[in-house]
């Protein structure tokens, strides 16, 4: 299985832009690129996924390197709620197995 | 839209026993899976099924059973309860279709304690 890479933890201001990070240089040319995050005792929701092109949703936006060997997931306006662990995943549309790594946990302040 | 139903939510188990955490998801999806999350710590795969009748095991499948028999639902089965399956437990599901508009499904948790 294709494995990703993110750092373990990230902080920003409220109200600055976040840029998270998502490594994935075993990427293949049918894998989706998928972001969750998950909210404290909470269970993961989904916020955008793409596969070669950039992708903006309302929640965040998705930009995706030429060689999709990594990826960075945007929030434009971090706030206090956007405090979360955050995981890239690689989704093939055949494939039955799904593996999170640890995520980026992204805390927030004043 | 119930999407991805867990119970119960919260369980105490004595060492030893056993017990059932239920899943049922009312989106007709074919893949569904358990996941457990220890504190601090990511999502690990314990089971998952492609479709009625289909199971196989994930990165944790050690004194955990499933079974589905139906495509709503997927229990999962704790064996012999153990201090070291203390943890929470997500239930996901997600459509066979194609990954451009598939996206995963969770439970909101069953939270286990085993003293």
New interface residues.
């Given amino acids: 299985d294709a494995k990703t890479t993110q750092p373990n933890s990230m902080e920003s201001n409220e109200e600055e832009p976040v840029h998270l990070p998502c490594n994935h240089s075993t990427i293949s040319g049918t ?2 690129i ?1 972001w ?1 995050r998950q909210l404290p ?6 916020v955008i ?1 793409g ?1 070669t092109s950039n992708v903006n949703n309302r929640m965040a936006s998705l930009a995706i390197a030429e060689d999709r060997k990594s990826s960075t997931l945007i929030l434009h306006r971090a706030t206090l709620r956007d405090a979360a ?1 955050y ?1 890239c995943i690689l ?3 055949t494939a ?8 980026t946990r992204l805390q927030v302040t004043l | 839209n119930a999407g991805v139903t867990q119970t119960p939510k919260f369980q105490v188990l004595k060492t030893g026993q056993s017990m059932t955490l239920q899943c049922a998801q009312d989106m007709n999806h074919e893949y569904m899976s358990w996941y457990r999350q220890d504190p601090g710590m990511g999502l690990r795969l314990i089971h998952y099924s492609v479709g009625a009748g289909i199971t196989d095991q994930g990165e944790v499948p050690n004194g955990y059973n499933v079974s589905r028999s139906t495509t709503e639902d997927f229990p999962l089965r704790l064996l012999s309860a153990a201090p070291s399956q203390t943890s929470v437990y997500f239930c996901a599901s997600r459509s066979g279709g194609p990954p451009s508009g598939n996206t995963i499904y969770f439970g909101e948790g069953s939270w286990l304690t085993v003293v």
């Fill in positions: 894998d989706y998928h969750y005792s909470q269970g993961p929701e989904y996924h596969l662990v995981y989704m093939k549309g039955s197995k799904l593996t999170f790594g640890t995520g």
